[in-house]
């Protein structure tokens, strides 16, 4: 086997059907069978199309919205509005990774699924990695990425720092049906400690995810729905949302636990890519981009390696350098606009001032956003 990929996510599936298409042997552990959803926003920045049309997967048969317009709201109400120069689709991640998963197993890429990675380890004498299934099945690749998301028992294994760091946030989503909700708008409504973002899917459908903390699930009983009723409520267009829209799941995807904290992109030898290797807050970018544009390095690092273009250190480098040269930057500006929001009187404040500068949205769109690749 040339390259184990821990997690079948975007980055994972992504960095799979590359790989396989430059003629390496490829697996893909993932934990869940496909199709099923995960806690995330749903909506991709244009800056991908170009790199999934060269793997052969256009997403556009999947019946994308096509989102142009951008809206940020106050915890009071307030509404900042805002062209999106390059632009995005909504489509959700059930639909998404299986559309990728079917494209990968075309491309003769082996999946392992239902599966976990019990350990991990570098065999310098071999210079194989060692991974053990939880099953007992013993596998040794050239090459793994790490595409495994926020957070995993891996982590902890590989002794990543920011795991020993406990994370006030977690994530909520549901699926929704809102008549009336222009398509082509992605909004994001702050309110008490946390912001949710709204935006059109495929068939018809909205995805509503927000982001809060522990404390402000605690502080009303530990229920989703009384704090969504006693703190969510306060924002009219949230209330709004909750009294007008039909809700699609009998209970929420939720998922704990998520991290800002820096991370490295190279790991005991492990390329991390995706949420693995670092996590964009939502307000400030686009984690689903910056997961299908960090599996295009790690294939194009991996693939030198494989071909024997280039030594494993060198890989290693080359991968860490191009991934902070992406993202580096987009993350710290990301963590910096976080701390804006959150608190009610400065999220007003924010939203008030940045709704009369207009040069302001669009210089930080681009600082926290990339290009076409």
């Known amino acids: 086997m040339d390259v184990l990929i821990i997690g079948g996510g975007l980055a994972g599936l992504a960095g799979a059907l590359d790989l396989a298409q430059r003629g390496h042997a490829v697996a893909v552990v993932e934990r869940r069978a496909y199709p099923f959803h995960r806690v995330c926003g749903e909506y ?3 800056e991908v199309r170009p790199y999934l049309a060269r793997l052969g997967a256009d997403p556009a048969p999947l019946g994308l919205a096509d989102i ?4 940020l709201s106050s915890p009071a109400g307030r509404v900042l509005r805002s062209p999106l120069d390059l632009g995005g689709f909504g489509v959700s991640r059930y639909t998404l990774d299986e559309f990728l998963y079917r494209r990968a197993l075309a491309a003769g ?15 310098a004498a071999t210079n194989r990695h060692a991974v053990a299934l939880a099953d007992g099945r013993a596998l040794a690749p050239r090459v793994v990425l ?3 998301g926020k957070r995993a028992n891996l982590d902890r294994q590989l002794d990543r720092p920011f795991f020993r760091q406990r994370s006030p946030y977690l994530g909520v989503k549901y699926h929704l049906r809102l008549p009336g909700h222009a398509r082509d708008v992605i909004a994001l409504h702050n309110f008490r400690a946390g912001y949710a973002g709204i935006s059109a899917i495929e068939d018809g459908k909205l995805c509503f995810c927000y982001l809060t903390t522990r ?4 502080a009303h009983g530990g229920t989703v ?6 703190v969510l409520h306060q924002n009219p267009h949230l209330r709004a949302i909750f009294h007008e829209a039909e809700f699609l799941y009998d209970q929420p995807e939720v998922i704990n636990e998520i991290s800002f904290a820096p991370k490295q992109p190279v790991e005991q030898h492990v390329l991390m890519c995706g ?3 670092g996590l964009i807050t939502p307000l400030c970018g686009n984690g689903m981009a910056m997961a299908l544009h960090g599996a295009a390095l790690a294939s194009a690092a991996a693939h030198n390696f494989l071909n024997d273009s280039t030594s494993r250190p060198a890989m290693e480098a080359a991968y860490a350098r191009a991934w902070q040269a992406r993202f580096g930057a987009r993350l710290r500006v990301g963590r910096a606009v976080q701390g804006l929001f959150g608190g009610p009187v400065l999220s007003e404040a924010v939203v008030g001032a940045l709704a009369h500068w207009p040069a302001a949205v669009q210089g930080l769109m681009r600082r926290t956003h990339g290009a076409p690749f």
Do not use: H, I, W
């Not at 142009?68 to 809206?71: A, G, K, S, T, W």
């Not at 890429?109 to 065999?123: E, G, H, M, N, R």
């Open 109 to 123: 890429v082996q999946f392992y699924l239902p599966a976990t990675v019990a350990s991990a380890a570098f065999d």
């Open 146 to 148: 790490g595409a495994y």
């Open 225 to 230: 729905a009384a704090m969504e009723k006693a």
């Open 275 to 277: 949420d693995s290797a």
């Open 215 to 218: 404390d402000n699930l605690k």
């Open 68 to 71: 142009r317009r951008f809206e």
């Open 44 to 46: 991709v920045s244009n």
